[in-house]
């Protein structure tokens, strides 16, 4: 059995994990651990200028802070891997980047896995609304079976 989990350091994504061990077997279970970093530019919206045009913020990338998220990221995945390892899980890394909801399906599609394991943060309607959601973005795109933890 071939598992994907999607990893953000959340605690739902912690329990992510916690359910893949439960149902991994030692000898016959490969789970493949996956942190997507989404860029910077994601986080600034375009803005509408006075002529109607629509404008993106092109500014220099923060490299440092970018070092940074993909070093949280790494971590992420390395004390992850230390838990599969210790139940002498078969385990590969995937630090991504772009946004989680695409890559997520864009890698279920390269590993084919038996199920997609990610957590849900529990947004509320409004945030859902405002920010997506995307647990429920994996689930309606996946080509694979989706199991969400809470």
Do not use: F
Not at 63 to 75: F, H, P, S, Y
Request: hydrophobic fraction near 45%; proline fraction near 5%; glycine fraction near 6%.
């Amino acid at each position: 059995m071939k598992l994907l989990v999607a990893l953000d350091g959340s605690k739902a994504s912690n329990h992510a994990l916690e359910k893949a061990l439960a149902l991994s077997h030692a000898d016959t279970t490969e789970i493949v651990l996956l942190t997507v970093i989404e860029p910077l530019t994601s986080y600034i919206p375009e803005i509408m200028m006075p002529t109607g045009d629509w404008v993106g913020w092109r500014g220099l990338p923060d490299v440092e802070l970018e070092r940074k998220l993909l070093a949280a990221g790494q971590a992420i995945l390395d004390q992850s891997e230390v838990l599969c390892r210790e139940k002498n899980i078969k385990v590969t890394t995937r630090l991504e980047l772009g946004l989680p909801r695409e890559v997520i399906c864009q890698i279920a599609t390269a590993e084919k896995p038996d199920v997609v394991i990610l957590g849900s943060r529990g947004l509320g309607s409004l945030e859902r609304l405002m920010l997506g959601s995307v647990s429920n973005y994996v689930l309606h795109h996946s080509e694979y079976p989706v199991l969400i933890v809470r």
